[in-house]
């Protein structure tokens, strides 16, 4: 399992929609093609905003779909983080509904 310590990478405002999809696809979208599980560690984020959780959590399950919550764990997130989460994922389910229907 990959461990992500998102504090260290982000710091406590997880903010830029750019830098979340540049991760998303130059680190996780490598390893979810290696089949490799992964930890995004929240510990210490004070702030998740929409752009980064719908530029990395709406395009992750837009284009991988839902059944990539298989292999990714969210940990250490605060109530205002674990809600955002959720929002994103939201969003790229939503986005998928849509392009299908």
Do not use: H
């Amino acid at each position: 399992m990959k461990i992500f310590e998102m504090k260290q990478t982000f710091g406590v405002v997880c903010g830029d929609g750019t830098r979340a999809l540049n991760f998303l696809n130059d680190e996780i979208f490598p390893l979810i093609e290696s089949g490799q599980k992964i930890e995004l560690n929240f510990f210490g984020v004070r702030v998740l905003n929409s752009s980064f959780s719908n530029a990395f959590f709406g395009n992750l399950t837009r284009l991988k779909g839902k059944q990539v919550l298989d292999i990714l764990t969210v940990t250490g997130a605060c109530d205002l983080v674990k809600s955002e989460v959720k929002s994103g994922l939201s969003y790229g389910i939503k986005q998928t509904q849509m392009q299908a229907a």
